[in-house]
């Protein structure tokens, strides 16, 4: 058939015999004994077939009718220029297939009509070299190349982002290739400056861990942007953690405006600065001096000062003097006053204003530290009681928008890896705790449970939302 269609087809140079599958062609250069990384190293070029036509309009209606038999090759160009003579002009070779390396695989590569579209329109077939280079293959099928075979199963080129930041979790047995992970992992984000690696757990009490730059500038100062909001905060001496930005927006969601929001362990605020814009007032505490410091700069600098008080004190104390704290701010300054959204104006120098009760009781209370979080829960236990010892339950009730509120704690419920227990069951185990610190029998029924992650496949994170029982909120003991 070939012979029959191109006859009359020009075709350059001799046809090469090539036995080597095109998958391995596309595959990068192996090297397992490289610890620098040289870039150069990573350089392949492979024959394939193109085709000219001499009248470059056929190039788009080629495309249009056999796109199927042109190069399909991700991030490479299927249009080429060529120049055989020196003096001539620069033409365009349409790169067929990668399947085809050779002349002498037209015929029984191309489809009938792409031959028969070929042969009408004067192609002209003509071999090319391709070469693919270091920036073609992605971070993993790099790093495939240079680790030991016996490392192969989990390339470690997933990280966590935190603006200029790659954060990743090396496992052991990886970590003597770290410089080189971290190097690769640049070299393919160009927008990441610094990698770096947990060298130990999160430690509890600031949620912060000890790093080490494997790769970029020892930069840890961070703009990060979130929920239509900016935080800045130095990433080696807060917690921060991207992956959280989904259960960030969903409680922010739930929360009204004009409510008010107890955020126990705020960080650097990516519950309460939002809430703030939303126009939730909002009282939000960490005791890590660091995360406060920066908790201050955010609520600053996203203009949400009117709605959003800041804290630097324990969580516990925290819990037991927020509403009272809440209590006495909304009786000193009774309402916020607000420029009014609506665009109309009084007079062009007057804007319209309205006023916002501050209400006497906050709607829900954060608790975002999940490895200790519910062990603050028995600090509810009397939590109104404690905030208005002078007055009864019934004249705490009758206070303006008394309400009683909904307790958010965020939760690892880590189990044995012996163990297979269904989500039920850790909920069942949850729910046992929350009773026992609560000393109360609260109802299974009156949890809700939402699984925000799993961190590793024995250590689910959980949000347990509940309203605070009355019995406890009134309760006399400790």
């Not at 489809?111 to 920036?135: C, Q, R, W």
């Not at 006053?337 to 120098?349: F, G, I, P, W």
């Not at 319209?352 to 209370?365: A, E, G, M």
Request: with cysteine; aromatic share 10%.
């Amino acid at each position: 058939m070939f012979k029959r269609t191109f006859s009359k087809a020009k075709i350059s140079e001799t046809v090469m015999s090539i036995n080597k599958p095109i998958s391995s062609n596309l595959d990068p250069p192996i090297n397992r004994n490289m610890r620098v990384l040289d870039r150069l190293f990573f350089s392949k070029t492979f024959p394939v077939v193109g085709v000219y036509f001499p009248d470059p309009k056929k190039i788009g209606l080629f495309l249009s009718k056999c796109r199927q038999d042109a190069l399909r090759v991700p991030n490479v160009a299927f249009i080429v220029k060529f120049n055989e003579a020196k003096d001539s002009q620069e033409e365009k070779l349409v790169l067929l297939n990668e399947s085809i390396q050779s002349l002498s695989q037209i015929n029984s590569s191309l489809a009938p009509s792409t031959l028969e579209f070929i042969e009408a329109n004067k192609g002209v077939l003509k071999e090319h070299l391709l070469t693919l280079d270091y920036d073609f293959w992605k971070s993993e099928e790099i790093l495939k190349a240079i680790l030991p075979d016996n490392l192969e199963d989990e390339i470690p080129s997933g990280f966590t982002r935190t603006g200029h930041i790659a954060h990743v979790n090396l496992k052991e047995e990886y970590k003597p290739y770290s410089e080189i992970i971290g190097q690769v992992i640049m070299d393919k984000n160009p927008s990441i400056t610094t990698v770096v690696d947990k060298v130990d757990s999160i430690e509890t009490t600031f949620r912060t861990f000890k790093m080490k730059v494997i790769a970029g500038e020892p930069n840890f100062m961070v703009e990060q942007r979130e929920s239509d909001c900016l935080f800045t905060f130095d990433f080696s001496k807060v917690y921060w953690n991207s992956r959280l930005h989904t259960e960030h927006k969903r409680l922010v969601d739930l929360f009204k405006p004009h409510t008010a929001i107890c955020d126990v362990m705020a960080g650097v605020g990516p519950f309460a600065v939002p809430s703030g814009k939303k126009e939730c007032f909002v009282f939000a505490n960490d005791l890590n001096p660091e995360s406060f410091k920066y908790l201050d700069i955010n609520v600053s600098k996203n203009k949400v000062n009117k709605f959003v008080k800041v804290f630097n004190t324990d969580g516990r104390d925290f819990i037991t003097q927020a509403q009272n704290d809440l209590f006495n701010y909304s009786n000193t300054h009774k309402v916020l006053t607000l420029n009014s959204r609506k665009k109309q104006r009084v007079s062009k120098d007057t804007t319209p204003q309205i006023k916002v009760p501050i209400p006497n009781f906050f709607s829900h209370y954060i608790m975002n530290l999940p490895d200790s979080a519910i062990e603050f829960v028995d600090a509810y236990v009397g939590l109104f009681t404690k905030a208005f010892p002078q007055l009864s339950r019934d004249e705490v009730k009758s206070l303006p928008n008394y309400l009683l509120p909904t307790i958010n704690v965020h939760h690892f419920e880590k189990f044995s890896p012996n163990e297979e227990p269904t989500e039920e069951e850790l909920h069942r185990r949850i729910h046992e705790k929350i009773k026992k610190l609560l000393s109360f029998n609260i109802s299974f029924e009156k949890l809700h449970f939402h699984m925000v992650r799993k961190v590793s496949p024995t250590k689910p994170m959980f949000c347990i939302s509940f309203q605070l029982p009355e019995e406890v909120a009134f309760s006399k003991s400790n």
